[in-house]
């Protein structure tokens, strides 16, 4: 079974454009999460998805949104770029609504550099 | 909030040495306990975890106890290998109908032959 996939891995982008990150979960997953994971605050939540609505929002500006998709598939946009916003992406899936028993699979990350 | 602190890294062993990573927490709940892996180019894998407290999680040598009483959790191996080089995360969930896990800060773990 393959994996979580994210696309593209690694994206380069200059101060005040936008740019959108894609997720794909492993098959029959209904879930999907994204964290930003930078040096200096470590892993943080964005958000979750589950049947196409957002459960759950982390604690991100509004230039940070997301969507999923009927097929499971979720992207990520970030507008109006911002230095700090250089981090590695990372989106997880689970089968399910996702509750401590059921295990999130992470995908590789997207490595987002701003300059 | 909900909160994970594990001791600052890097950690340098050598190949056959005891690992000790410390992990506690702050929650208000009764979380589940995670600890992830990450080596170098990827993402996160699960590598054990403990549901309610006294549970041990346990894979591929690693093991944790879910100290309820300490709130800690904290990642052992008896006889660590150079592939086990890598950074190790120690998170929580809530027992809330949520994904969201939270975090440590993460410690490398760097094994020498």
């Known amino acids: 079974k393959a994996g979580v996939t994210q696309t593209p891995r690694y994206l380069i982008k200059t101060r005040g454009q936008q740019v959108t990150l894609s997720c794909s979960p492993i098959?029959?997953?209904?879930?999907v999460s994204w964290y930003q994971q930078t040096p200096g605050q470590g892993l943080q939540f964005l958000f979750e998805?589950?049947?196409?609505?957002?459960?759950n929002k982390g604690n991100f500006p509004g230039r940070f949104s997301g969507r999923q998709f009927s097929n499971s598939r979720s992207e990520m946009n970030v507008s109006t770029l911002e230095l700090g916003d250089s981090a590695l992406y990372l989106c997880?899936?689970?089968?399910?609504?996702?509750?401590?028993?059921?295990?999130?699979?992470f995908g590789p990350g997207t490595r987002l550099t701003v300059t | 909030g909900d909160s994970v602190t594990q001791m600052e890294g890097p950690v340098t062993l050598s190949e056959e040495a005891f690992l000790t990573i410390n992990c506690t927490y702050t929650a208000t709940g009764y979380p589940s306990l995670f600890w992830y892996v990450q080596y170098p180019g990827e993402g996160l894998q699960l590598l054990l975890k403990a549901t309610k407290a006294d549970d041990k999680g346990s894979n591929k040598g690693f093991e944790a106890t879910y100290r309820k009483e300490t709130t800690s959790f904290h990642l052992e191996k008896g006889s660590v290998q150079v592939s086990d080089s890598a950074v190790y995360f120690c998170a929580l969930s809530d027992h809330g109908n949520t994904g969201k896990l939270i975090f440590g800060q993460g410690t490398t773990l760097q094994v020498k032959p």
């Open positions: 998805y589950f049947s196409e609505t957002q459960r």
């Open positions: 098959s029959g997953h209904r879930s």
């Open positions: 997880a899936s689970s089968l399910y609504l996702v509750s401590p028993l059921s295990e999130q699979y």
